[in-house]
């Protein structure tokens, strides 16, 4: 046998493995006689066989728990990026790049696998069909405010003033200030001496009448933006988006509420309007005791949320259940998205959801842990033997005599 194993270990399955690995404790490999042969010394057991099928090599620089909590998450990731970013959407792609924080790639499943390192990842997904290559000479920020922006920019222009109208020219006059130029291909030959050219030209349709509230800067940015607009809001954020209601909510910014035409008018002040509109469907009223960014991750997320399990761990999976126990930790219960609506207050919850399958009801009498190591542990068990050495095989017999020790029953099926 294995000298960096106990006997007691490797004898516990019958069909254990001839050859384990001596850098994780034999406990941890039995626990799923399916266990893979080989697994990553960098990993604590207890984190690779929560989920039978967990890949077989796992990246050392994320933590098991991290990769774990999506049986599809990637075999390969990049340790640049924290294994929770990636893992909050199944899909984000194998290979990210280190300059770019993971939380924002993640944001948009489409996002390109190759960004810009020059180009802040938060701009370049906010939109997910930003070209996979952009000018290092602009600011993603520019460029991806809208899609259509061309690919290649003159430098010597601001990405700004370019990408405000899709339609700007390739190629401008050096003579003028591209500010002036881009903001409209059409611009008037003749504009008017009351307002400064660069007001005038970002649109031709600019209104006549203009609200003195606001700076004409602002207003014509758009030729539809309202007439009418909030004072308490900028222009400069209302105008970003021609679409932008009417009417918004003092207590957010409009630079927050923008950011998505169909955001909706009338949004929670105890949540800040960048986490709800980062995605268009989030809904509209959303529990105070919980983040809003939390909440966002995933647009299905429920609308309410139990006050007592924090927002992130509960929305880390769509289908997470409405209703969970208070007693267990979120974290806990949706790592397994079929995790049972009702469970054991007396039972930690990382015990029972290790398995899916674990029953609904487990006796208080033996440690979750011990229980629901195997899906087939019968429901119920003798309190004279612990439950480690019972379900340490599936098969063990539901009736065992007090006067063995379960250790010695369960050596041999």
Known sequence: MEPGLSGKDLDIQVDSRESMEPGLSGKDQVIQVGARESMEPGLSGKDQVIQVGARESMEPGLSGKDQVIQVGARESMEPGLSGKDQVIQVGARKSMEPRLSGKDQVIQVGARESM???LSGKDQVILVGARESMEPGLSGKDQVIQVGARESMEPGLSGKDQVILVGARESMEPGLSGKDQVIQVGARESMEPGLSGNDQVIQVGARESMEPGLSGKDLVIQVGARESM???????????????RESMEPGLSGKDQVIQVGARESMEPGLSGKDLV????????????????DQVIQVGARESMEPGLSGKDLVIQVGARESMETGLSGKDQVIQVGARESMEPGLSGKDQVIQVG????????????????????????????????QVILAGARESMEPGLSGKDQVIQR
């Open 278 to 293: 980062i995605q268009v469907g989030a809904r509209e009223s959303m529990e105070p005791g919980l983040s809003g960014k």
């Open 358 to 389: 674990a029953r609904e009801s487990m006796e208080p009498g033996l440690s979750g842990k011990d229980l629901d190591i195997q899906v087939g542990v019968r429901e119920s068990m003798e309190p004279g033997l612990s439950g480690k050495d």
């Open 230 to 244: 909030e004072t308490g809001l900028s222009g400069k954020d209302q105008v970003i988006q021609v679409g932008a």
């Open 116 to 118: 810009e390192p020059g």
